[in-house]
């Protein structure tokens, strides 16, 4: 077994102990094959690496720490490197910014870069890969040269062959029989070889011989007779894109220049595509002119093939490794577009039309394509309804694995009728990859090839699954965001419902403690003013019954009690205030009690020139209520309306408008006045705001606001859209038990 050690600095103890616990899964490659060597400083890593470096032992890869006393990771990273320039670096560090360009082009140097906090899957995929393409890398170096090693000591067999046929040949030149006696000994010798082995005879620098020895049926597929009958059938074998290398190489030999051994392709007399090293010996006289040379021709096809898949395992790893790396730090808003970039990159790399990512319904019944790419010209999201039934049915998702089809023409089915929708489909091969969510959501990472079918090896699907795990991830990350998203707006909307709630009890809060002390002071001034008052009172009333023959005395009396009733009038408004809800609520009917009013102000209305506009709505609800206290708002609203347009306007109306919704009666009253400015209607509901100019106390409105609320009501006042103030008071419908009464729908 060949010494292997993996070395780690940092600073950080207990990241050590986690690389240990990450790196040593009792499945990995690292546990089988590999020693983690942990190191506090890169200083240290350095002297054990030198001390390895010296004893013939070759370290693979080093996992450093950018931060450390004394030598940071990048300062060790260049010493290490001056002593072995292949070695693999990983740098961790907690503040990288590192491009993806930048990282493409770091990878070309074999250093990593990781960013802290790393995600442990993340630094063990990584170095999994990493060493796993060590391994192969190593593996592939020691059969190169095994091969360099064989290929030397056939030459060197050959050379010691074709020098005993020289020295017959010479000897025996002019000797036809000789000759051919050496030809058949080069023919015998020829067929004992394995590999296939031709010679070339040359006339002045010119080809005018080939031999084709009979090994190279077994390379070609033709026989040396067929190479006789075709002096370019050799050429006509290569492939054109391989055939300027053959010509530069016959080119190289006949100038007599040092050739080094060619690898190129031929076409199979079978019409498969094969790969062949051709390696020349050539041969002088004495004066050093060339004067032929032979090619030993070896069939390299596996190990190309291996070399290609090994190649391209490795670079699939590669582009895993970087879309993990580019996913961890991607802001969300750009996650979507990169998502579909990545699917662009598996699809080109892999070769195939189409690449998806889908996600099931529990029931494996519904099928919605989340991200797709697709080749130019392939029309996107064509077809894809063909997954459902496909899919829906197939056990081998239910189970969590894989769905591959190689050939759709020679696929089966599991119902007979995948194959014929697949098949109208234009669909030749397809590899689905299942993914799973931790919240227990399934879906699918899906690659169609359309033009040609599609061979997938075991370890390829391992990796595409990696890559689906990765997507996994990236989802899962997108559906927190978009969670904590929803949540801070919740918290948002919350906050702002709440401080609009507090704002509304404060003002409140504020609004009854005024009223309260306003109350208090009101009810005093009312008590005090009120004894004098009935005395006054009862006095006008005696005098107007002893001075009732003198219409002068009467007459001014009777004004005197108008004033008085006024007085009185305004000592009940600010009793109020101290004194709301006392009155006894009953069933009411609103249209009932506007027209009463109406009724009571119907000369009031006619002195001001004011109309009245009715629009009452049939078969109101009937609310429970204070008749009085209702009447007390509308009298209030309609005098504050006739108050606020001008006497002299011939075209002064009240409009009134009824109506009801399922839990509310609305009562809506507007007139045509100059309606009422912004910083007016902030405070229009205070004690003592008033707007009259002159025999105004401010009390009214604030007792209509009092009385609404009492019965569970709203009151708003505002400018309607075609001019003038509008007052919207709305009423709770729902009833409630008083007394022994039962609750009714209450209709007229």
Not at 181 to 206: A, G, K, P
Not at 244 to 263: C, F, M, R, T, W
Not at 336 to 352: K, N, P, T, W, Y
Request: charged share 30%.
């Amino acid at each position: 077994m060949y010494y292997r050690k993996i070395l780690i600095a940092d600073d950080d103890t207990t990241i050590l102990k986690l690389y240990t616990s990450v790196l040593t899964r009792k499945t990995s490659v690292l546990e089988k094959d590999f020693i983690l060597e942990t190191f506090e400083n890169g200083r240290a890593l350095l002297e054990h690496f030198k001390i390895e470096w010296n004893s013939g032992n070759r370290i693979p890869l080093c996992i450093l720490d950018m931060n450390m006393p004394g030598m940071d990771g990048l300062e060790t990273a260049r010493e290490i490197r001056n002593i072995d320039s292949n070695v693999i670096i990983i740098i961790v560090t907690a503040y990288a910014t590192t491009s993806l360009a930048t990282l493409k082009e770091s990878l070309k140097q074999n250093i990593y870069y990781i960013r802290k906090p790393f995600n442990k899957e993340e630094i063990y995929c990584l170095t999994d890969s990493l060493v796993k393409g060590w391994n192969k890398n190593f593996e592939v170096s020691k059969y190169k040269d095994q091969l360099e090693e064989l290929v030397v000591k056939r030459t060197h067999e050959l050379k010691t062959v074709i020098k005993k046929l020289e020295e017959e040949i010479t000897n025996r030149i002019h000797i036809e029989n000789s000759l051919r006696e050496s030809e058949e000994r080069y023919r015998h010798i020829s067929n004992t070889i394995t590999d296939y082995i031709y010679t070339v005879h040359l006339h002045n620098n010119n080809p005018v011989k080939t031999i084709h020895s009979p090994a190279c049926v077994a390379i070609t597929g033709y026989r040396t007779e067929e190479f006789n009958l075709n002096p370019y059938l050799w050429l006509q074998m290569v492939p054109e894109e391989d055939r300027k290398i053959v010509k530069d190489y016959a080119v190289q030999i006949l100038s007599g220049g040092n050739v080094k051994p060619v690898e190129h392709r031929i076409i199979h007399r079978d019409g498969s595509v094969r790969w062949i090293r051709n390696t020349p010996v050539l041969h002088y006289d004495k004066l050093g002119k060339l004067l032929s040379y032979d090619g030993l021709v070896q069939d390299i096809t596996e190990r190309k093939q291996a070399e290609e898949a090994l190649h391209d395992r490795i670079a699939m790893e590669e582009l895993a490794t970087i879309i993990s790396s580019y996913f961890i730090n991607l802001p969300f808003p750009q996650l979507d577009r990169e998502i579909i970039c990545a699917l662009q990159s598996i699809g080109e790399f892999v070769g195939v039309d189409r690449c998806f990512i889908s996600l099931y319904s529990s029931d494996y019944k519904k099928l919605e394509l989340i991200y797709e790419w697709c080749n130019n010209d392939v029309k996107p999201g064509a077809n894809m309804v063909f997954l459902e039934p496909i899919f829906s049915d197939t056990e081998k998702l239910k189970k969590f694995d894989h769905l591959y089809i190689s050939s759709v023409l020679a696929f089966d089915g599991e119902t007979g009728m995948e194959k014929a929708l697949l098949q109208s489909s234009g669909i030749k091969s397809v590899l689905t990859i299942p993914l799973r969510f931790s919240n227990s959501q399934t879906g699918c990472f899906g690659l169609y090839s359309e033009k040609s079918e599609k061979i997938w090896k075991e370890e390829d699907i391992k990796l595409l699954k990696m890559v689906g795990e990765i997507f996994v991830h990236a989802l899962e990350r997108k559906q927190a965001e978009e969670e904590l998203k929803k949540y801070r707006e919740r918290l948002e909307y919350l906050v702002a419902e709440r401080t609009a709630a507090l704002t509304k009890a404060t003002d409140q809060l504020i609004r009854s403690e005024r009223l309260a002390a306003t109350g208090q002071l009101a009810a005093s001034i009312a008590h005090e003013i009120n004894s004098p008052l009935q005395a006054i009172t009862v006095l006008l009333s005696n005098l107007k019954h002893k001075y009732k023959d003198d219409d002068y005395l009467s007459d001014n009396i009777e004004i005197l009690r108008d004033a008085f009733a006024s007085i009185r009038d305004t000592v009940k408004n600010l009793l109020d205030l101290n004194r709301p809800g006392k009155e006894k609520k009953q069933p009411v009917n609103i249209n009932e009690i506007i027209e009463n009013t109406i009724s009571l102000l119907k000369s009031y209305l006619k002195k001001n020139f004011v109309k009245i506009a009715l629009n009452l709505s049939e078969k109101m609800p009937v609310i429970i209520g204070s008749p009085q206290q209702l009447g007390q708002v509308f009298v209030n609203l309609i005098n504050n309306a006739i108050d606020a347009m001008s006497i002299s306007s011939n075209k002064n109306k009240i409009f009134i408008e009824t109506d009801f919704e399922k839990k509310h009666v609305i009562i809506k009253i507007r007139d045509t006045g100059p309606g009422i400015n912004e910083e007016e209607l902030k405070k229009i509901f205070d004690p003592f705001y008033t707007r009259k100019k002159v025999m105004g106390m401010g009390v009214g409105l604030t007792i209509c606001h009092g009385i609404i609320e009492e019965h569970k009501g709203t009151i708003e006042a505002r400018n309607a859209k075609g001019g003038g103030a509008e007052f919207v008071i709305t009423l709770p419908i729902k009833q409630k038990e008083y007394g022994n009464n039962k609750k009714e729908n209450y209709h007229e």
